[in-house]
């Protein structure tokens, strides 16, 4: 079956506090690996994705083939960083997203 | 980038009724989807809307329920038939440009 898990619905970190989100998927094939942000009252959009191999925002995220995970990790975490953070990965060529149920980011002062 | 606005933004329906949401793009794209998520939940991708052509529905979902127009490559709609309270969710379109999917604002609907 097609999924992706994201077993924290809540995780709450002080600021400077490393961050690491986690994600695991079950996919027959090779997927994509995706990681979205939705910030308080503004839309869904994507953070980074495994193929870019990009830091953005201070966020990086490694595809483990052998343990299916995508976690997505920062250093330091910051106050703006707080937002629901999705999972999400899609066959290749397909677009069509299969999302985790998310877990939402409390970085407290 | 892509900019994309949905209509309405919110609304609250009557169990039986059927509501039409909007999904406009500032650009022409080709691949656009429809996606729902449920109170608590995920999304959940529920067709791909096709230019001049039937929707493609994922399992699960129908077209007597869930009919989708797509009449050019910047503008569709979704509507949600005979509604009933379990139909209460946020309503979201995207569109892949350059290889990223971006979305609209989502349309939240209640049924009562």
């Known amino acids: 079956a097609q999924r992706v898990t994201q077993p924290e619905k809540l995780l709450s970190v002080f600021k400077g506090a490393p961050v690491e989100l986690k994600c695991n998927y079950s996919y027959s094939g090779s997927p994509e690996l995706f990681w979205y942000v939705q910030y308080s009252r503004q839309r869904l959009q994507l953070l980074l994705r495994?193929?870019s191999r990009e830091s953005i925002k201070g966020f990086t995220a490694d595809l483990n083939k052998g343990e299916t995970s995508f976690h997505l990790k920062k250093p330091f975490a910051q106050e703006e960083d707080s937002a629901m953070y999705y999972c999400?990965?899609?066959?290749?060529?397909?677009?069509?997203?299969?999302f985790g149920t998310g877990t939402l980011l409390a970085v407290q002062p | 980038s892509a900019v994309i606005s949905q209509k309405p933004s919110r609304d609250i329906c009557q169990r039986g009724t059927s509501l039409t949401i909007q999904c406009q793009v500032d650009s022409q794209v080709t691949m656009m989807f429809w996606y729902r998520q449920q109170p608590g939940q995920s999304l959940t991708l529920i067709a791909t809307a096709n230019q001049g052509s039937e929707a493609t529905y994922e399992s699960g979902f129908v077209i007597d329920k869930f009919p989708i127009s797509r009449p050019n490559l910047t503008f569709s709609t979704l509507t949600v038939s005979n509604m009933s309270p379990e139909d209460s969710s946020i309503y979201l379109c995207s569109v892949v440009v350059a290889e990223t999917q971006y979305f609209g604002p989502g349309t939240r609907l209640l049924v009562l």
């Open positions: 495994h193929i």
């Open positions: 999400a990965l899609s066959g290749r060529a397909t677009n069509k997203l299969i």
